[in-house]
């Protein structure tokens, strides 16, 4: 028996403008566009996608599951999210080497330093 992995599903009360908003966060490519439900994946036919489905209950927690993203460049990758309508926030996470944004309906995700090491001066 094979087990693949299909797509991160995220509740949404707008799961088109949230879907939308993560598509031009991530550069991903929209596979599913309609009320009910929006896939975005990082291409037509690569797997995992995420996929935003309607509900209309509120998010009153924190996240159990998030996602990881690593940029080349953390700083310049935190300020293009938050100029996309991201938000820092705490949760408590203390002083680390990663920073915990929420995207624009709370939900939480960390953007981590980069793997590479920085250039020498």
Same mark, same amino acid.
């Given at each position: 028996?094979?087990?693949?992995?299909?797509?991160?599903?995220?509740?949404?009360?707008? $799961?088109?403008?949230?879907?939308?908003?993560?598509?031009?966060? %991530? #550069?991903?490519?929209?596979?599913?566009?309609?009320?009910?439900?929006?896939?975005? +994946?990082?291409? $037509?036919? +690569?797997?995992?996608?995420?996929?935003?489905?309607?509900? /209309?209950?509120?998010? /009153?927690?924190? #996240? =159990? %599951?998030?996602?990881?993203? +690593?940029?080349?460049?953390?700083?310049?990758?935190?300020? +293009?999210?938050?100029?996309?309508?991201? =938000? =820092?926030?705490?949760?408590?996470?203390? /002083?680390?080497t990663w920073v915990v944004l929420a995207d624009p309906v709370g939900n939480e995700f960390c953007v981590l330093a980069s793997r590479r090491a920085p250039a020498a001066e």
């Amino acid at each position: 028996m094979t087990l693949g992995w299909e797509q991160v599903v995220v509740d949404a009360d707008q $799961p088109a403008v949230l879907g939308a908003w993560w598509a031009q966060a %991530l #550069n991903w490519t929209v596979v599913t566009d309609s009320a009910e439900e929006y896939e975005i +994946r990082a291409e $037509p036919d +690569r797997l995992p996608g995420i996929l935003f489905v309607s509900v /209309q209950d509120v998010k /009153q927690a924190k #996240n =159990r %599951l998030h996602l990881d993203l +690593r940029p080349d460049d953390q700083a310049t990758e935190v300020e +293009r999210l938050i100029a996309l309508g991201a =938000r =820092r926030v705490d949760v408590g996470q203390g /002083q680390q080497t990663w920073v915990v944004l929420a995207d624009p309906v709370g939900n939480e995700f960390c953007v981590l330093a980069s793997r590479r090491a920085p250039a020498a001066e």
